[in-house]
């Protein structure tokens, strides 16, 4: 069975440019989660997704992070403009929801955004 | 608000050589899960154990164990004859269950040399 899938796995681009991150979680995952991840720390929640629906998105930088989980399968993380602060990974997971998998995230490799 | 102390930013230890990372956490509900993940070098955390708070045995798989000790708000993980391969970032975290929001610690970097 396939796992969490990101790309691109590392992208590099000068302050102020558009950035965006793909992921496609396992098949059957109805809870998807977006991280950030700066060097030294631990994952961060950005925004997570159960089906279609952001149902926490209290941590995401709204004036220029913005995300999309069309049809509740794939989804887009995008970054515009990027600042230098941004320059970190951002990992996808996903999970089933509740029950005894709760808690069990799925990760993908992530993204690793370099901002110049 | 969850908070998870991982005090041990970096242990490094020789092949066989037992080690115990150790975890610390708050939370102010009564009913919550525990986690540790690896993350080795290629980047994606892997889901290691869940404990749910009412549950207190120590856990053994293996080469892994896990104390958690409520009294003391700890959850620490020992490896038992620790191999090269075991070498990655080691994360424990909190989950809330009305919020569904797992908290990460900032992680313990172990490494064993052959």
């Given at each position: 069975e396939a796992g969490v899938v990101q790309s691109p796995r590392y992208k590099i681009i000068e302050k102020k440019q558009p950035v965006a991150f793909w992921c496609n979680p396992i098949s059957g995952h109805n809870t998807l989660y977006w991280y950030l991840q700066n060097l030294g720390q631990g994952p961060e929640l950005l925004i997570r997704y159960e089906n279609e629906e952001a149902v926490d998105d209290s941590q995401l930088p709204k004036d220029r992070f913005s995300a999309e989980?069309?049809?509740?399968?794939?989804?887009?993380?995008?970054?515009?403009?990027?600042?230098?602060?941004?320059?970190?990974?951002?990992?996808?997971?996903?999970s089933l929801m509740g029950g005894p998998n709760t808690g069990e995230l799925f990760f993908g490799e992530g993204s690793r955004l370099t901002v110049l | 608000a969850q908070k998870v102390t991982q005090a041990q930013t970096e242990i490094s230890v020789v092949?066989?050589?037992?080690?115990?990372?150790?975890?610390?956490?708050?939370?102010?509900?009564?009913?919550?899960?525990?986690?540790?993940?690896?993350?080795?070098?290629?980047?994606?955390?892997?889901?290691?154990i869940r404990r749910n708070s009412f549950d207190e045995q120590n856990e053994i798989s293996g080469r892994y164990s896990w104390n958690f000790?409520?009294?003391?708000?700890?959850?620490?993980?020992?490896?038992?004859?620790?191999?090269?391969?075991?070498?990655?970032?080691?994360?424990?975290?909190v989950l809330n269950t009305g919020f569904q929001k797992l908290v990460f610690g900032t992680g313990t970097r172990l490494l064993v040399s052959p």
């Open positions: 989980r069309l049809k509740g399968v794939d989804s887009t993380l995008k970054i515009q403009p990027a600042e230098l602060g941004d320059s970190a990974v951002y990992l996808c997971a996903s | 092949e066989k050589e037992d080690v115990t990372l150790d975890c610390v956490y708050e939370t102010r509900d009564t009913t919550y899960y525990l986690f540790w993940y690896k993350q080795p070098p290629s980047g994606e955390l892997v889901f290691l000790q409520k009294s003391t708000s700890s959850f620490n993980f020992t490896i038992t004859a620790s191999q090269v391969v075991d070498s990655a970032v080691y994360f424990c975290a």
